[in-house]
């Protein structure tokens, strides 16, 4: 369990690290970036279940902007996987309702249930992959902060912000509780689940005790429920800025609006 831990916090780390990073798309403003995201979920999320060919288009957004961002588009496809068993379990059920037959491949039929269920996988991996995106080239700190510049409620962006810390909290104060039951454990992997759960209800109340003492510090130190802003960041709009949300708008609209097959049974008739 400690390593899975390290291993989350490790991850945390090298999200924030590629943040860091000098690319194109790392020096396009974050409001730039954050619009783009916006338009490519609508356009990507409005397109029909049953037009699984046009979905697939879909996914040059992802593999261009992990190019731009100097970024590995197979981790970034991997990270995302995570979603898979979610999106799966939402799309199951298409299996059982949707029987009508769409076409066959030699003596199988393949109905529009599996079509609209490998439609909802498809949405998913690629929201979270441009999601992934955008973290990975802005940091989750200036993409809360272009939030509320963009007039997003205050309240909203610094409650996604601490539950993005809260991790961090969590996560430690879960490290130094296994470490603790290790060193008393005389070697013991398992143990009932009554001892289960008052660990989750100390670590419940330990990271309780630690967001109040880092709450009363914000609040020493002048925290008035805004997002400040960040001593290196330059929120000067540039021209290469208005391309990218130009160019990129428009591709994602056509791609909608792009039709090179009717249906998959019309690819595969």
Request: aromatic share 12%; proline share 4%; charged share 15%.
């Amino acid at each position: 369990m400690k390593n899975r831990l390290q291993h989350v916090l490790c991850a945390l780390d090298a999200m924030e690290r590629t943040a860091r990073m000098q690319s194109p798309l790392h020096r396009t403003d974050t409001r730039a970036k954050l619009l783009v995201t916006l338009v490519f979920l609508l356009t990507m999320l409005s397109v029909p279940l049953v037009r699984l060919p046009n979905l697939l288009l879909f996914f040059v957004f992802p593999i261009i902007t992990c190019a731009m961002g100097n970024m590995s588009y197979g981790t970034v496809f991997r990270r995302s996987l995570i979603v898979l068993p979610f999106v799966a379990f939402i799309g199951v059920f298409n299996l059982l309702y949707d029987r009508e037959p769409v076409f066959r491949i030699g003596a199988l039929v393949v109905t529009a249930g599996w079509v609209s269920f490998f439609s909802i996988i498809l949405r998913g991996l690629l929201s979270v992959q441009a999601l992934l995106v955008l973290i990975g080239s802005t940091g989750y700190y200036r993409l809360c902060r272009s939030m509320q510049r963009l007039g997003v409620p205050a309240v909203f962006t610094t409650q996604l912000l601490f539950v993005y810390r809260y991790l961090y909290v969590l996560i430690e104060e879960a490290m130094a509780m296994q470490q603790a039951r290790d060193a008393r454990s005389f070697g013991r992997r398992s143990y009932p689940l009554k001892v289960w759960g008052t660990l989750v209800g100390q670590l419940l109340i330990r990271t309780f005790d630690r967001a109040e003492l880092i709450s009363r510090a914000m609040l020493a130190r002048g925290f008035t429920g805004r997002i400040p802003a960040d001593v290196s960041e330059h929120p000067v709009w540039k021209m290469r800025d208005t391309v990218f949300l130009v160019v990129w708008c428009a591709a994602l609209v056509l791609l909608r609006l792009f039709y090179p097959v009717e249906t998959l049974s019309t690819l595969l008739s």
